[in-house]
């Protein structure tokens, strides 16, 4: 017996669009070093190795990518000691280079810059991630693999009978015959979960993250990613300073939940996502503990000026001219029943017939991108081991 995926929808012969469509493709393009994680974390262990072989690899297929660097800037005198602990936490890391600089340096790195003290990472980048998701498509059909899109999982069960037309990994009609299943779903993780028999734990809940650009005439301003001081009392970055490959400077993100799980913009709402949302009671616990920092944010969200008034901390010359509103991400955040944010990557599986032949990537927060490649061996070497291959 094999267990099937009974799928609905179609194939497409434009893959290239669709691919990275939404959380791949909706990033900032930042190529990670590894700085804030735990250490010892599948995070800080997995960014690390990635960002290397992220470089290796745009290297090799001559994808282009620029090695901009990062300031973490400490603009208050309170945020210091949490700068260098940060510092500390990177070498713990193994981050390259990592160096503490002052006022002065931080003016020759980026002259419209202040702050009192920033942390500097060199070997922080910048790539355009369609195309290495594009790229990473292409060395899968390559080695014989085949990709659905418009290709809706709504049900895993196990075949009655292996049929001689079933060859493993094709679709025959609306099923896909296969030994084994590896989801890594993002915003859908904890219901292909649910489809397989297995844990609907941890829960995806979607946050949107809303941008500004600087207008072109204006990115002079930016050179590098400058990036602020983590608070650890609330769950999120805070608004940086993020240079494209295509020279844009984006500006944000903030976070306010969003009401669609592929909703990128305000209005964008389903009504069984928001009642998915809504009910869970790890949201309300989290909304509770960071009721000031949620309201903040949804304020921050409407008026332009009080976004701007969060950059003018790190670049006074920032005015509300010379940002324009951009574009949206949601990022799949996983939450469990306590309302704390699942932080670092999970990887299950279940017990029974399909339980057991199914792998499931249930958390992948940022810097998943940075660690594909890394990510990508554990899978392969967990797939070993859990199956028996």
Known sequence: DWPAFIAYGGKTCDFFFLLSHHQSGHNSGVIHSGIYYKPGSLKAKLCVQGAALCYEYCDQKGIPYKRCGKLIVAVEQDEIPRLKALYERGLQNNVRDLKLIGAKEIKAKEPFCRGLMALDSPHTGIVNYKQVAQSYA???????????????????????????????????????????????????????????????????????GDYLVLKPEKCYMVKGNIYPVPNPRFPFLGFHFTPRMDGSVWLGPNAVLAFKRE????????????????????????????????LGEMYRACFLSAQVKQLQKFIPEVTINDVLRGPSGVRAQALDTDGNLVDDFVFDGGSGDIGSRVLHVRNAPSPAATSSLAIAKMIADEVKRRFEL
Not at 177 to 197: F, K, M, N, P, W
Not at 276 to 291: M, P
Request: with cysteine; net charge negative.
């Open 263 to 294: 909703g990128y913009r305000l209005f964008d709402f389903s009504t069984g996502d928001f009642l998915d949302a809504v009910t869970y009671s790890g949201l309300w616990k989290l909304v509770l503990r960071n009721l000031s920092y949620g």
């Open 138 to 208: 292409e060395d899968f059909q390559e080695a014989g693999g085949t990709i659905f899109t418009d290709f809706e999982v709504t049900n895993m069960e196990m075949a009655k009978e292996s049929s001689s037309e079933s060859e493993d990994g094709k679709a025959v009609g609306e099923e896909i015959y296969c030994q084994h299943i590896v989801t890594c779903a993002g915003l859908y993780s904890d219901r292909l979960s649910e489809i397989s028999g297995c844990s609907p734990e941890p829960r995806i809940v979607p946050f949107r």
